[in-house]
């Protein structure tokens, strides 16, 4: 008996017995639509999954910051290797990935600050792609709550700019707001495993 | 009926199975409110997009650029994963798969598994067939759960407890979840909760995940798996190895389709603009998630489908059940009258292909469990053309079933008379005596087979005169 | 120009097709009714005997080539003939030249106000067919609206099915039912004295739900309206 591979493969073939044409892919659908103001937008549509959205200034940020975790009571937070010095504000303990923090520890933190790829203004969604200010994925999954700084020059308009501007082969998570589930009678319901705080901050 | 691996063993042909689930009050109440709610969110969310119809058609396009290809896709697939220090698999049919499950489970030193919903592993059975090797899996997607815990079968493909309303499933919680206080609600919430608190230990100490797919990209080897809870994220990121199991169709070949996929699901399945969370891995990162990856490539009768020109869309699908959303037939019957994971439209040309044999009178009776009404072509995000598809199963369902039934030579005889128009007029004639069952212009009870039409129908009486007879008379 | 009857129709609602010809006179229409015509196969096809629906596919060709139009009371059957024929038998000018009523009435005659009269309470249901295979949209709305004493009431949840789907109705006669029963309610909160419908097969679907529970709500064509004048009221409707 041949082996599964050789098994299927040859039963592929046969399947395609009748040669069907590969068909040309129409791509005339928008690759980028007249949005408006991108980062007004994102907000927007980030607020709509009820997640909280904030705009401020370059000069604003560390103090935004340092707002953002006081007000959710975030004492011990969690900091990619590489988040910016200015970004780790005083009076928060930070725990720095370096080395890799046990599981057990990001548990028990209150939160973790990250930056991002990309962002997404039509559909709200933030693409983290384990680089720059982002650290590994277990970072911005185990904590509740998750502080994310966006800048305006990251943010893509419609689904086809962001995909160009990603590297597939990279571990890409992409978030739309806080977890939620609508598995009891299809009705939305934001919190479940994932932090079910996230709040972002658009800097521009 | 049932021998085959995908439809459930014993389940009765649809017509028989929808008849429990119509007399549950419960069951068509919860299945009204859900479908209802998410009917109205789908249309909004996808007449957002102006675009939708060109997004449709090039979502089509690519997944029948894929099936034409397939076999050149999955090598290429192969390589990319495997240069990326994944390891592939591949499983002719469901035991091969649950076998080669059972032995990287095992390899990885667990006894205990934590599952991503995936349609795949429900058609295959791998939960079953792990307990039977001595492993446990839990299942972590919340509806999964609930299915799981209530022992139960699924009965929708997004939402497998959509049956379920908000009281059962506390009822199931109390009943077998240990960390479930009495005192636990039904507001969707607080069962929310309940579930994060019963799974969150298992999450962060699995040392083995197991994984459906959304998509695999081909060219590069990335798989994608589009979720709402983040259930998906702990599974795909936490533990040591993951295991992920996908039907051979699920290709897509570059990461720029992903463009048209990533707007197209949500919207047709969740009714939302993005879902909350969809992560892309490939391979092996170091340092970052799963430090071992094998994926398991399977077939399990998909060949079978393939291999059938018109019967082959179905291999379009991407799962989001917009068309179970939308149907009649399924807002009425619920899931588990159509015997198998995939129920609704798809699932009736879906399941009887993948079995493979139209002398199994259930998989027979699915392409009939559909009065053709067209909803769910309208709405399929990748343009499956079901009606076409049931129509097409359904000749192959009466040439399984021969010339010799009944109900052929019913129809043998019905086109005996079509075939000439005297007969046509003299069978109107002797059918219009009929009239005098009537009270009323209506007859209320007919024998055989049209006694099941009188049940709850009545018949207009036929006129004495008919419209070609009253042509001629006149005008003739 | 000819008339295609349907089987149905012929055997069961010779009013219909005979509010067709009168219709189609009315607006200046030459009407043929061949007398060779018989079934569509629309049943044979949606149950699966796929070679059995072809000799009557071969015999709508024949008896049909030759004229400029065909006209059809029946979505579904209009259907089966433009969108199936050609691929049982290959296309035929009597294929693409088949029209549902109201297609013809509007896209071919360019007429949407008949002069109809008919003074009462009407909710129309949007056959399956006629609105998702044919795509025949608003134009049987547009005709009724245009309808003289006509009273139109929205039917919620038109576009759902009834649960006719030909041997459905039979093979799933309970799911086929349960579906039935929705589509009554819809009709039933209405208020409407009549329901219409572009298809005697729904209709009799429908009419027949209603007869039995004794709601007092008439199964009317579409065509019947239609050719119904202050003049002439349809015979039907008395």
């Not at chain 1, 604003?60 to 011990?76: H, S």
């Not at chain 2, 049931?390 to 030579?409: D, F, I, M, Y």
Request: include cysteine; glycine fraction near 8%.
């Amino acid at each position: 008996m041949a082996d599964a591979r050789s098994e299927v493969l040859r039963r592929v073939r046969a399947a395609l017995a009748d040669r069907p044409a590969a068909p040309e892919v129409p791509r005339d659908y928008d690759r980028t639509r007249d949005l408006g103001e991108l980062p007004a937008l994102l907000a927007e549509r980030i607020e709509h999954y009820r997640a909280a959205v904030h705009r401020v200034a370059a000069d604003g940020l560390a103090e935004a910051i340092a707002a953002r975790l006081a007000g959710r009571g975030a004492r011990v937070v969690v900091a990619p290797t590489d988040l910016p010095e200015p970004w780790r504000v005083p009076r928060v303990t930070w725990r720095l990935d370096e080395p890799p923090l046990p599981v057990a520890d990001l548990d028990a933190c209150d939160g973790v600050v990250t930056g991002c790829a990309v962002a997404i203004a039509e559909t709200g969604t933030i693409v983290l792609d384990a680089g720059e200010a982002q650290g590994r994925r277990a970072l911005t999954l185990v904590p509740d709550y998750h502080l994310c700084v966006v800048r305006e020059d990251q943010i893509a308009g419609t689904v086809p700019e962001a995909l160009a501007r990603l590297d597939p082969v990279r571990p890409l998570t992409f978030v739309s707001g806080p977890s939620a589930t609508s598995d009891i009678e299809l009705d939305r319901v934001e919190g479940v495993h994932g932090p079910r705080a996230l709040e972002v901050l658009v800097v521009g | 009926m049932g021998s085959n691996p995908v439809t459930w063993l014993g389940t009765p042909p649809f017509p028989k199975a929808a008849h429990a689930a119509l007399g549950d009050s419960q069951l068509r109440a919860n299945l009204r409110k859900a479908t209802g709610t998410i009917r109205a969110k789908r249309a909004e969310a996808v007449a957002e997009l102006s675009d939708w119809e060109r997004l449709r058609r090039a979502g089509e396009a690519i997944k029948d650029d894929v099936l034409s290809r397939l076999d050149t896709y999955l090598e290429r697939l192969e390589r990319a994963v495997t240069e990326r220090g994944g390891v592939v698999h591949w499983a002719r049919d469901a035991a091969e798969a649950n076998d080669t499950v059972l032995r990287l489970t095992r390899e990885a030193g667990a006894d205990e598994v934590v599952k991503v919903k995936s349609m795949a592993t429900q058609e295959i059975g791998l939960n079953e067939a792990l307990a039977a090797g001595g492993v446990h899996a839990i299942e972590t997607d919340l509806a999964e759960l609930i299915v799981q815990l209530g022992h139960d079968r699924p009965s929708h493909i997004l939402v497998p407890a959509i049956h379920r309303n908000r009281a059962e499933i506390r009822d199931i919680f109390r009943r077998q979840m240990p960390s479930a206080p009495p005192w636990l609600s039904d507001k969707p919430v607080a069962l929310t909760e309940a579930a994060r608190r019963h799974l969150r230990r298992k999450f962060l100490s699995a040392k083995v995940a197991i994984s459906g797919a959304n998509f695999a990209v081909a060219d590069t080897g990335s798989i994608v798996v589009v979720e709402s809870e983040g259930n998906g994220r702990m599974c795909l990121t936490l533990p040591r190895t993951l295991i992920t199991v996908m039907g051979l169709e699920k290709i897509v070949p570059t990461w720029r389709d992903l463009e048209v996929f990533l707007q197209l699901l949500p919207r047709s399945s969740t009714a939302e603009r993005m879902n909350p969370y969809t992560s892309v891995w490939t391979g092996v990162t170091p340092g970052d998630g799963p430090q071992r990856f094998h994926l398991v490539l399977l077939d399990n009768g998909r060949t079978n489908a393939l291999a059938d020109p018109v019967g082959r869309q179905a291999l379009r699908c991407i799962r989001c059940s917009a068309c179970l959303n939308v149907c009649p037939v399924y807002e009425r019957t619920g899931g588990q009258a159509y015997g198998s994971v995939y129920p609704g439209p798809i699932g009736a040309i879906l399941a009887p292909q993948l079995v493979g044999d139209m002398h199994d009178a259930q998989a027979a009776s699915l392409p009939y469990a559909s009065s053709l009404c067209g909803a769910c072509y309208e709405v399929c995000p990748v343009r499956i053309n079901i009606p076409e598809v049931l129509v097409h199963l359904r000749a192959q369902a009466t040439a399984a079933k021969g010339s010799r039934g009944p109900e052929a030579l019913g129809m043998a005889a019905a086109g005996w008379v079509f075939a000439d128009p005297k007969r046509y007029e003299a069978a109107q004639r002797a059918g219009s005596l009929a009239r005098f069952l009537a009270r009323d212009g209506w007859i209320t009870r007919l024998p055989f087979p049209g006694s099941r039409w009188t049940a709850s129908r009545d018949v207009p009486a036929p006129p004495a005169e008919s419209f070609r007879m009253w042509w001629r008379r006149t005008r003739g | 120009m000819a008339l295609f009857a349907t089987c149905l129709t012929d055997t069961f609602y010779p009013d219909t097709a005979r509010a067709v010809v009168r219709l189609l006179e009315r607006l200046g229409c030459t009407v043929d009714f061949p007398l060779g015509q018989t079934c569509c196969g629309q049943m044979h096809f949606n149950t699966g005997y796929r070679e059995q629906a072809k000799p009557l596919a071969q015999r709508y060709a024949g008896v049909f080539a030759g004229y400029h139009a065909v006209v059809v009371p029946s979505g579904s059957c209009a259907g089966m003939v433009r969108e199936f024929h050609p691929g049982l038998v290959g296309a035929s000018p009597a294929t693409t030249m088949t029209y549902e009523l109201t297609e013809f009435l509007v896209d071919v005659l360019g007429v949407t106000d008949v002069g109809a009269y008919f003074p009462h309470r009407v909710t129309y249901h949007p056959t399956c067919h006629s609105l998702r295979m044919l795509g025949v949209g608003d134009r049987p709305l547009t005709l009724l609206r245009a309808v003289r004493g006509l009273d139109l009431v929205e039917l919620p949840f038109a576009e759902t099915c009834c649960g006719f789907g030909g041997t459905f109705a039979v093979k799933n006669a309970e799911t086929s039912t349960a579906m039935l029963a929705d589509k009554m309610r819809c009709v039933l909160d209405t208020g409407a004295e009549v329901v219409t419908a572009g298809d005697n097969s729904c209709l009799m679907h429908i009419g027949g739900g209603l007869s039995r529970v004794r709601a007092g709500v008439r199964p009317v064509h579409l065509a019947e309206i239609l050719a119904s004048t202050e003049e002439e009221p349809w015979a039907a409707i008395r």
